[in-house]
């Protein structure tokens, strides 16, 4: 969530204290606010009902295994990155970027080494890293596939003879599906079965780090990632998202320790220039942060972000410089700053504006162009893209919400309560859903004890309920009898409460067909 995303600060009694926001009123200040994004948190990523997905998670079920023979080549990957993808002249980003080469593997076997950029497969361009691994994976092992790739510029071919995939490798790739899917805990299985299986490789610790990075747990990723780099001393990405972690912790002088020692193993590498800028951000080390900024931009310029960070950086500068009097020398370098950061913030803006074109859900997109525009001083810019920016964010949280409870198990949907009405509404509906589809089978195939249970869960759950429906009509009555908040938020509790209601008589024959069925196998 966006709103969630701090700007760096400079106040000591707290390292994610807020910024001066007093305008200075001088003819250099801006107005510094507190929506700058943060880096590694990147859009939109929302784990809404994550427990819907996690229940094999939290009760310690392996995943089933992944079915079928399919084929490996023993080569870790990643969607190749703008910066090299234009310094090898590849049109559209096309390829995946070889990060790691297993020993013994096809792909070592065929000469392909790390950092090579691979084209083509077996005659078919590549798009994209998902759509390189079904490749792999759809090849009958034994098969010889033609390969072309680019190194260090110069496009070259290989012949490799497609291998068998081990089961890590499966249980790896599978949770590299659900990844791509936003499935983090999916994918955290997956990725904890194939370290069981081979807790030799640094691939699935890294991959698993990642998943965690999604639901912001900080010490996992910051324990994967140290694992990988025992494993892979030298990869950069472990740093790189290890770094990220730590700024989630606010450790600011690890962040920055981690995000160099990846830049030192890969100097390309534009999001650990963002993410050590980042960091020198909240250590009010602005010219640094400045410089990081800069390098970011100048591999990647088309990241709105970096424009607005260097931008409040320069901005914090020239308010510096507003509270003195300043020497003539002085007062040009400060004049310059403040038209710099003008610059930056208008390029902010072109470049979020062109990314809401891409993409009309990216809600964050909104919210940090309006911060762009209050350091303009275009204050109505930026209430009117706060108001879009709330508006979409409702709609792709209720949209993914509603994904993630159609995948639902009956037990999972047992829940008392909601955010908004909408989502009460969306639960119900597959709570019918739920009892049309699962209901027969469970009665069918679960043990009399686990029936039991599921029983004792839905009573607990309509007694859940009663509760949150008097609370919800309490909210709502003290709300008019103290004439305090707006008709949209009585309308919202009273739709609550009705939701709570409806759940409940939902809940009622599934709980007596339960019974029923439990009575009939004890006589």
Known sequence: NCSNRSSPRSKKKSPTATADNRPTGRKLGFHVMNSCPKPFLFPVLLVVGLLLTASSLLKGEPPAPPSGNQGYLGISYQDSPQDLARENKLADNKGVLIANVSRESPAAAAGLKAQDIIVEFDGSEIADRAGFAAMIRQSPPGKRVAIKFV????????????????????????????????????????????????????????????????????????????????????????????????????????????????????????????????????????????????????????????????????????????????????????????????????????????????????????????????????????????????RVEAQVILATFR????????????????????????????????????????????KTEELSDLAVKIEQTILDLNHECEVTKDRAQQSVAGETGSQTNLDELRGLAISYRERIELLKPILTALKEEIANRNR
């Open 151 to 390: 190194r260090g510029g110069q496009a070259d071919a290989t012949i490799v003879t497609v291998g068998t995939m081990p089961p890590s490798v499966a249980y790896a790739l599978r949770g590299d599906e659900k990844l791509n899917k936003r499935d983090w805990p999916g994918a955290i299985a997956d990725y904890t079965e194939a370290i069981r299986l081979d807790p030799q490789s640094p691939y699935s610790f890294l991959n698993r780090s990642e998943a965690k990075r999604q639901i912001h747990d900080w010490d996992g990723v910051i324990a994967d990632c140290t694992e990988t780099i025992r494993l892979d001393p030298s990869n950069a990405v472990a740093y790189y998202y290890r770094g990220a972690a730590k700024t989630g912790c606010s450790d600011w002088d690890g962040a920055i320790a981690d995000e160099t020692e990846a830049i030192r193993l890969n100097p390309k590498l534009a999001n650990s220039y963002y993410l050590r800028g980042w960091a020198k951000h909240n250590k009010g080390d602005f010219d640094g942060a400045t410089a990081d900024y800069t390098t970011k931009i100048g591999l990647d310029p088309e990241d709105p972000d970096a424009y607005l960070n260097r931008g409040l950086c320069r901005a914090k500068n020239v308010n510096r410089d507003s509270g003195r009097k300043l020497r003539k020398s002085e007062a040009a370098a400060a004049q310059k700053r403040s038209a710099e950061a003008t610059a930056d913030f208008q390029e902010a803006i072109r470049r979020y504006t062109e990314r809401i074109a891409r993409n009309p859900n990216d809600f964050c997109a909104y919210t940090y162009r309006a911060s762009a525009k209050e350091q303009l001083g275009d204050t109505s810019g930026a209430a009117r893209d706060r108001a879009e920016s709330a």
């Open 403 to 446: 994904e993630e409870i159609a995948r639902a198990s009956l037990p999972d949907l047992l829940v008392s309560s909601d955010k908004t009405e909408s989502q009460a509404r969306e639960r119900n509906r597959a709570l019918v859903a739920a009892k049309n589809q699962q209901l027969p089978a469970i009665l069918r195939e679960k």
